[in-house]
T-cell receptor, first 112, second 115 residues
Framework: QKEVEQDPGPLSVPEGAIVSLNCTYS??????FMWYRQYSRKGPELLMY??SSGNKEDGRFTAQVDKSSKYISLFIRDSQPSDSATYLC????????????WGLGTSLAVNP | DAGVTQSPTHLIKTRGQHVTLRCSPI?????VSWYQQVLGQGPQFIFQ???????GRGNFPDRFSARQFPNYSSELNVNALLLGDSALYLC??????????????FGPGTRLTVL
């Protein structure tokens, strides 16, 4: 079983829709949670960074962490065609090991 | 303010050859990490360096090696290339001063094709 599971999609939505992207994880040692956006043939770009449980909002983006369920989400409101990309969740465990553990990424297409 | 830069952007090699990929971190960042991303997959951790010392190593064979220089730039070397090494190689930089400041910022990647 992978440490981080993410449905690769693809997910296709109309412009203006609310998008929900999710990851689950198996190790309770994960403490830091990130969402990255990656356009085709580009490096990942950090969107949201949260520590432990709770919500964080930034513009049209909201990140949620539910540590009791080992489940994280990214919501995109009023989705735009420019949001079409692959969204990757990534996590870091507590302790000295700083390496990011990644999900597979979910491919999102927002159709005008 | 320059972000993470990587060179070259694209590279084509043949099996058995050697390759060196280069990365310059964001100014002020002391930590560099390398990732391999195969098409359709999430990145896989290869190495992390902090203050010129190896801090972490992923599950990659000894054909992969890296180093960090006094100016915090880094090189990733891959020997005896295999077809399966074809991937996007990503470099990420972070302050490295502690996990709360360890947000990693990625470069555009080097796309390596092994024929």
């Amino acid at each position: 079983q992978k440490e981080v599971e993410q449905d690769p999609g693809p997910l296709s939505v109309p412009e203006g829709a609310i998008v929900s992207l999710n990851c689950t994880y198996s190790n309770s040692a994960f403490q830091y949670f990130m969402w990255y956006r990656q356009y085709s043939r580009k490096g990942p770009e950090l969107l949201m960074y949260t520590y432990s449980s709770g919500n964080k909002e930034d513009g049209r983006f909201t990140a949620q962490v539910d540590k009791s369920s080992k489940y994280i989400s990214l919501f995109i409101r009023d989705s735009q065609p420019s949001d079409s990309a692959t969204y990757l969740c990534a996590m870091i465990k507590s302790g000295n090991n700083r390496k990011l553990i990644w999900g597979l990424g979910t491919s999102l297409a927002v159709n005008p | 303010d320059a972000g993470v830069t990587q060179s070259p952007t694209h590279l084509i090699k043949t099996r058995g050859q050697h390759v060196t990929l280069r990365c310059s971190p964001i100014s002020g960042h002391k930590s560099v990490s390398w990732y391999q991303q195969v098409l359709g997959q999430g990145p896989q951790f290869i190495f992390q360096y902090y203050e010129k010392e190896e801090r972490g190593r992923g599950n990659f064979p000894d054909r992969f090696s890296a180093r960090q220089f006094p100016n915090y730039s880094s090189e990733l070397n891959v020997n005896a290339l295999l077809l399966g090494d074809s991937a996007l190689y990503l470099c990420a930089s972070s302050h490295g001063g502690g996990i709360s400041t360890d947000t990693q910022y990625f470069g555009p990647g080097t796309r390596l094709t092994v024929l």
